[in-house]
């Protein structure tokens, strides 16, 4: 069956920290991996979009990784802060339809 | 504007009522979507329209009725919903989205008595 898991369900971290996500994903071949932050009674917030031909994308302080061997996909948030808390969730489009990882939520303590 | 617009904001309705959530977006997409979150879990997909027109329906029971008017809304139909029915509905919209992705709206936060 096919599934998106994310590492965990909470990551805890301290402010200044680096935060690493991780997604793995079975039985799909997605063309490319998408990563999206969702606070409270809100929708997910689009953040980062990295194809399968991408190692490694960038933006400002954050970065993604995509290894189609391992159907792996990485997020690490460098230099966290109390306002990255949230909920990050990874998505993949699987011929038009949109689904999303289980979501790891987290919490960086000052 | 860079939005999705989703009324109401929240809604408690009778199991035997009828209501609608309502969806608006003024960017040009043409793809939109209705998706389903319930508590700690993920958003589900529902439907997706292309072009104004129905092109996935992800088995949804048909207490739940999609309709799109034109390019730019989208209405989702509801009548006799289950208590378990409750839930985070969420809209979204994309044009390009290999570059950049979907946009959600806020969600309206159904309670079904």
């Known amino acids: 069956s096919q599934k998106i898991e994310q590492n965990s369900e909470a990551l805890n971290i301290q402010e200044g920290k680096t935060a690493t996500l991780t997604c793995n994903y079975t039985?799909?071949?997605?063309?490319?991996l998408q990563w999206y932050r969702q606070d409270p009674g809100r929708g997910p917030v689009f953040l980062l979009l990295i194809r399968e031909n991408e190692k490694e994308k960038r933006k400002e302080r954050l970065k993604v990784t995509f290894d189609t061997t391992l159907k792996q996909s990485l997020f690490h948030i460098t230099a966290s802060q109390p306002a990255d808390s949230a909920t990050y969730l990874c998505a993949l489009d699987n011929f038009n339809k949109f689904y999303f990882g289980s979501g790891t939520k987290l919490n960086v303590k000052p | 504007d860079t939005e999705v617009t989703q009324t109401p904001k929240h809604l408690v309705m009778g199991m035997t009522n009828k209501k609608s959530l309502k969806c608006e977006q003024h960017m040009g997409h043409r793809a939109m979507y209705w998706y389903k979150q319930k508590a700690k879990k993920p958003p589900e997909l529902m439907f997706v329209y292309s072009y104004e027109k129905l092109s996935i329906n992800e088995s949804v029971p048909s207490r739940f009725s999609p309709e799109c008017p034109n390019s730019s809304l989208l209405n989702l139909h509801l009548h006799a919903l289950q208590p378990e029915d409750s839930a985070l509905y969420l809209c979204?919209?994309?044009?390009?989205?290999?570059?950049?992705?979907?946009?959600f709206g806020s969600g309206t936060r159904l309670t079904v008595v």
């Open positions: 039985n799909y071949s997605p063309a490319y």
């Open positions: 979204a919209s994309s044009q390009d989205k290999t570059n950049y992705g979907y946009t």
